[in-house]
């Protein structure tokens, strides 16, 4: 058989898999998948260099499917070569007549890519479209950065090509000249509901990579020689980053399933016989006389990534002993943010995993120090003004062993949430940092604060992630002391983690001693009359406010209640203690701590006071900390008056406000 005849013949037999595990399932997108019977079957029959039998090996040649809903064609090459599917200790050759239970709830073959489902072949979820060509980039940078050779396929649909983030990928795959990435459009011309765009037109998107300084090379995407060219061309290492055009049938082989109207649509069990008919006599006139198969996959050239070097962490003051910032610590006051950064430098001294990632805001969040050192500047990536992509990029690097932290200002991350998602669902152990956060920064305005963000993160942190914990742990550090300890401590943990920090200088509330805990808080007043709960940059005006309270009689207990998930436990002993009166302060938007307090405290079935004070207004800007505070009625007489109302006191004749 010739490499032409043997090529078709294998595509043929995926696409036949594929429309036959749509139609058990009765929901799936075999016409794309049809489109990309050629293309897949050249990669990972002949292309690629991996296992089947080890489908995960960190060092195999990678395959991002960002056109997710396509995934039934790579399940057909996992059954037709018994490649190794189910979680981590469960492992099993894939077959035919697993096929048949595709998209079923106990199925690893999900509806699209998902690692942590059992194919260990993918390193993302994807199919929230857009996403997969910056975790082909993560996977790159991280693969040269270890110096091995791996190459990174990524297969993007034309009409997906319209998300923006795609382009932010391709501007990073430039800036960072990753040759070893391989964008590969597949252009069917079908989108959901009509046809694609002309600016999604072949000749269109080659035009674009091309402006942007990409060599685009436009192929048959039906056409074994010219896939298999193209291919090589890759492979022979190309000077400066390259991408396939393929231009392709949706539907391809089966006539009647061809046009608009098809997508996601399988074929009934009444169309089934007929639809194979046509795609069986579609590969006659292309195969001739079957012989044997020559198609032959490779391992990779390598099976080890370099280990990891991991150390004792540095304490707050070692650090800065270490670099000059002594002094700074003498002050006695230093933002969280500023915090964040030694910490950040610090933890990159001492585990070789720890990468930084910043969109044009590392002199604002002080990853500029990570940056700026000469020791680890290989391990940060400027990632400009993109932060959809700097999360997904962040992603790969993840899936290639790293950890990395990706920060930019609290406000911007609210753009990149569905990346944050498709993360955490992937399993990634990824670092989200947003900077300037809340109202503090007062000057800069509501376009620059983060003020739903703590709602959102914390809805993540109500079901179980991947690695057993919460899906994200939400950490809202008050002082120094805390946000470096944090960001060791995010470091440890397997998995995704948030963290929000400020822009102004505080005081310092701990010191090197003080033990900090995912799930935990700090008690810094013990009272009985009222449970006053606060986090950030608020704890300090908690605190500017228990002289007044003192002063009307109200005895009060402060926390810090730095971590969500919280300890729902220790919460509620801390509101018995105070006759079940809580008051929760917070210079955001509400649904985030107040709510975890709530539902707490409704779930104990207790009776319970619980009182919110948090931002209820659209900020504007203001010159200081103080004049912001009072604009949005969170300052320190703010919280003696409200806490005043929660418990009566002005109804009682011995006090006086």
């Known amino acids: ?36 019977g050629h293309i897949v079957t050249s990669l990972m029959y002949q292309a690629m260099r991996w296992i089947p039998e080890d489908p995960g090996l960190v060092t195999s040649d990678r395959l991002v499917l960002s056109e997710g809903h ?14 190794m599917i189910g979680k981590p200790g469960q492992m099993r050759p894939c077959t035919v007549e697993d096929l048949d239970h595709f998209r079923e709830s106990d199925s690893p073959l999900d509806g699209h890519p998902n690692p942590k489902e059992g194919i260990a072949f993918f390193d993302a979820a994807t199919g929230s479209l857009g996403q997969g060509l910056s975790v082909a980039a993560g996977l790159a940078l991280a693969a040269r950065n270890d110096e091995i050779d791996q190459r990174i396929y990524c297969i993007i649909g034309d009409g997906e090509s319209r998300e923006g983030q795609i382009w932010e990928a391709v501007d990073f ?64 290492g190309p000077t400066s980053p390259m991408a396939i055009i393929a231009r392709t049938v949706k539907g391809w082989g089966v006539p009647s399933m061809q046009g608009g109207g098809w997508h996601g649509k399988p074929a009934t069990g009444e169309q089934l016989p007929n639809v194979l008919q046509e795609l069986a006599a579609t590969g006659a006139k292309l195969t001739g ?23 004792t962490p540095m304490s707050l003051p070692e650090a800065a002993d270490r670099w000059d910032m002594r002094a700074m610590i003498q002050t006695g006051k230093l933002s ?68 990395p932290f990706c920060s930019t200002f609290g406000k911007f991350l609210t753009r990149a949430y569905d ?25 800069d305005g ?41 960001t060791q401590l995010m470091a440890e943990y397997d998995g995704l983690c948030s963290m929000r920090v400020h822009r102004p200088d505080v005081e310092f509330l701990y010191n090197e001693d003080t033990q900090f805990e995912f799930g935990d808080m700090e008690v810094l007043v013990q009272g009985r009359d009222l449970l006053i709960v606060s986090a950030g940059f608020m704890v300090h005006e908690c605190n500017k406010a228990l002289d007044g309270l003192d002063a009307i009689g109200i005895d009060v ?86 806490a005043a109302e929660v418990l009566g006191v002005a109804n009682r004749e011995s006090v006086k406000l």
């Not at 990853?367 to 997904?392: G, H």
């Not at 002993?573 to 809580?582: R, S």
């Open 1 to 36: 058989m010739s490499f032409e005849a043997a090529v078709h013949a294998k595509a043929v037999r995926l696409d036949s898999l594929a429309l036959k595990m749509t139609t058990a399932s009765g929901s799936g997108h075999p016409t794309t998948a049809l489109s990309l």
């Open 173 to 236: 795959i430039m800036d960072y000249g990753l040759t070893n990435v391989l964008p590969i459009i597949n252009c069917n011309g079908l989108g959901q509901a009509s046809t694609v765009s002309e600016q999604q037109s072949p000749e269109r998107i080659a035009a674009k990579l091309e402006a942007a300084g990409i060599t685009a090379r436009m192929i048959d995407g039906h056409d074994p020689v010219q896939i298999r060219d193209a291919l090589d061309a890759f492979a022979d």
């Open 336 to 403: 969280t943010r500023k915090a964040y950064g030694l910490g950040l430098r610090a933890l990159g001294h001492t585990d070789s995993r720890v990468w930084a990632l910043d969109a044009d805001t590392r002199n604002s969040t002080f990853a500029d120090w990570f940056a700026q050192d000469a020791d680890l500047s290989s391990r940060f990536a400027e990632c400009r003004i993109a932060e959809q992509n700097m999360i997904s990029v962040g992603a790969g690097l993840a899936a290639a062993g790293k950890v």
């Open 419 to 443: 990346q944050i998602e498709m993360a955490m669902n992937s399993g990634a152990n990824l670092k989200v940092v947003g900077s300037h956060t809340g109202i503090s920064l007062a000057a």
């Open 289 to 311: 006389s079957l012989g044997a198969d020559t198609l032959t996959i490779h391992p990779p050239a390598s099976t080890t990534r370099p280990a990891a070097e991991v150390s």
């Open 557 to 642: 207990s402060l926390v810090d209640c730095y971590s969500l998930p919280l300890n729902e436990d220790k919460l509620l002993d801390l509101a018995n203690a105070n006759e079940g009166n809580v008051l929760v302060v917070e210079d955001n938007y509400g649904g985030g701590l107040f709510s975890a307090v709530a539902e707490a405290c409704v779930k104990a079935g207790d009776g319970f006071t619980v009182e919110p004070l948090h931002v209820r207004r659209i900020p504007k800007s203001a010159r200081s900390e103080a004049s912001i505070l009072e604009q949005c009625g969170l300052t320190h007489t703010d919280i003696v008056s409200r």
């Open 70 to 83: 396509a995934v039934p064609i790579v399940y057909a090459a996992f059954a037709d070569l018994g490649a």
């Open 446 to 486: 509501p376009s620059q604060m983060a003020l739903p963000d703590v709602a959102w993160f914390r809805s993540l942190g109500s079901i179980k992630g991947h690695s057993g914990g919460p899906g994200c742990w939400t950490l809202h550090p008050s002082d120094a002391y805390a946000a470096y300890r944090l």
